[in-house]
């Protein structure tokens, strides 16, 4: 799902180092203090797809049968014990594609993995997760919904 040709240099800053004004020019010039990463449009269009191919999202490093961080092996346990339903649930392994790893950061504002979104909604991370499970809110959340396996 998510290429790994896309080019290097899409994520390069976008600012010029600041030219050395010489003693006989008069003019003004401020160098740009601004270091800004941006997303790419297919790593952005990728994403948006991943998040919209579930009711429930998670962005992990590993995968739910086998995590490789202990934040992501927390945050697969708190949706197992909360009950969400594996037909409605998609995990991506972040740690498969770099242009993923950093491209989820940016797009959520959020510097940390894993990173879980609802409904196309970015919930949180794994601390977020913990804090609502502990709460009752993401119990509230998950079932206003309908993300659980239904009861027989």
């Not at 976008?14 to 030219?19: A, C, G, H, S, V």
């Not at 797809?49 to 086998?66: C, D, N, Q, R, Y």
């Not at 502990?134 to 959340?141: I, R, S, V």
């Amino acid at each position: 799902m998510f290429s790994r040709t896309l080019a290097s240099s899409a994520f390069r800053p976008l600012f010029r180092q600041p030219q050395v004004l010489q003693p006989r020019f008069i003019g003004l010039q401020l160098p740009s203090i601004f270091h800004a990463r941006n997303l790419s449009s297919e790593t952005r269009t990728a994403i948006d797809k991943a998040i919209a191919s579930a009711p429930v999202v998670l962005f992990m490093k590993g995968t739910p049968e086998t995590p490789q961080c202990g934040f992501s092996r927390a945050s697969i346990q708190i949706l197992g014990l909360q009950g969400v339903d594996p037909k409605k649930f998609v995990a991506f392994n972040v740690l498969e594609d770099s242009e993923l790893r950093q491209g989820i950061k940016e797009y959520s504002d959020w510097p940390t993995i894993p990173q879980l979104y609802l409904d196309k909604e970015f919930i949180g991370g794994c601390d977020i997760l913990m804090s609502m499970h502990q709460n009752g809110d993401l119990a509230k959340l998950l079932e206003e919904k309908e993300v659980l396996v239904a009861a027989d």
